[in-house]
């Protein structure tokens, strides 16, 4: 999945470095959106009715300190007929708009009721 670095992700990073802000709660939201990713974004092109999920945080990975990694699996629920083609993660339990860490598109996955999808984002300084 291609997927970028929001602004308002780097705002948030240099609050967590500068003025000692936490976000104790991840959360990972999907949609149906087809627009290329951009830094500028503030949230998903076409949100999933089904709202966010709370993503782990796995932290730091061993033999790489310098990358942070969070998991979370979305279902589905709704009939056939829905595509997947976007995700992001939020420093928030609800996904607010404007609190969007980074965004991703994806090849259309088409979804039916209860199936699953895991995203997996990672970040990492190189």
């Known amino acids: 999945m291609a997927a970028v670095f ?20 991840w959360a990972i939201g999907f949609g149906s959106g087809t627009t290329t990713e951009a830094a500028s974004d503030l949230d998903l092109e076409n949100r999933a009715t089904e709202g966010t999920v709370i993503a782990t945080s796995t932290g730091e990975q061993a033999g790489a300190s310098d990358t942070a990694e969070w998991i ?16 992001a993660l939020f420093w928030d339990s609800t996904g607010t708009a404007s609190k969007m860490l980074i965004r991703g598109t994806h090849t259309t996955v088409a979804a039916a009721t209860d199936d699953q999808i895991r995203y997996t984002f990672r970040l990492q300084q190189t």
């Open 72 to 87: 979370g699996t979305v279902t589905i629920n709704r009939g056939s007929g829905f595509s997947v083609e976007e995700a």
């Open 6 to 25: 929001t602004t308002s992700g780097a705002f948030f990073l240099t609050d967590l470095l500068v003025a000692g802000t936490t976000a104790t709660v």
